[in-house]
């Protein structure tokens, strides 16, 4: 199977709280995760990836959690801002296998109120 | 340097025209990507170039879609005879080589009436 499975569709947070987004994949050929994030009329940026030998990456105040054995990961945005309003896509990538094509998630429309 | 860059970056099309959409990749990507977003949807693969040929063009949705590349640089993708559910916005990216991290265009916003 070739999915990735992203919850929620939209999340709304007050400043300063913790939105945590979620995916879920299929194919274990999959071995690199990243996260990309997209403001409006502007197309995706790459904001962190991960790979499935460590379970946590942290850049600044985003944090992947990868869960292997659940094939599952998620992202957390600590001290939110309302500069960190966008739509977040994850997406499983064959990197380093020779599987397949990158899939994307369906996205989460996030929004941080003042 | 320059990013990806799109254009046009909103077209307005009555249905049944052909529509052409232009992509410019980073200087030195050898690979090239296109996708579509419908509103509120994530991102379907539509077909994928490394240097001028494609090895993928498994996410064409019918075979009114089509995709060259030049020189190993410029993309074009163009829709025959458009249909109201072409209207998305189509997003162009690049990399450096195959499987390594992409960078987005703007996209262009089409709408077919």
């Known amino acids: 199977q070739q999915q990735v499975k992203q919850s929620p569709q939209s999340l709304i947070v007050q400043k300063g709280g913790i939105p945590i987004i979620n995916c879920a994949y299929e194919?274990?050929?999959?071995?690199?995760f990243p996260w990309y994030q997209q403001f409006p009329g502007k197309g995706p940026a790459l904001l962190i990836a991960i790979r499935p030998d460590v379970s946590e990456k942290k850049e600044g105040r985003f944090t992947i959690s990868f869960n292997k054995s659940a094939k599952q990961f998620s992202l957390h945005i600590m001290d939110s801002q309302p500069g960190d309003s966008a739509t977040y896509f994850c997406a499983a990538d064959p990197r380093y296998s020779s599987a397949s094509k990158i899939i994307f998630g369906s996205g989460t429309r996030l929004s941080i109120r003042p | 340097g320059a990013g990806v860059s799109q254009s046009p970056s909103n077209k307005v099309t009555e249905k049944g025209k052909d529509v052409e959409l232009r992509c410019d990749p980073i200087?030195?990507?050898?690979?090239l990507y296109w996708y579509r977003q419908s509103l509120g949807q994530g991102l379907e693969f539509l077909i994928y170039f490394q240097g001028n040929s494609a090895p993928d063009k498994s996410g064409l949705p019918s075979d009114r879609f089509s995709a060259e590349r030049t020189g190993g640089s410029v993309s074009t993708l163009t829709i025959q005879r458009t249909q109201q559910e072409d209207s998305a916005v189509y997003l162009c990216?690049?990399?450096?080589?195959?499987?390594?991290?992409?960078?987005f265009g703007p996209g262009t916003r089409l709408l077919v009436l």
């Open positions: 200087s030195g990507h050898t690979a």
């Open positions: 194919n274990t050929a999959f071995d690199y």
């Open positions: 990216a690049s990399s450096l080589s195959y499987q390594e991290t992409q960078y």
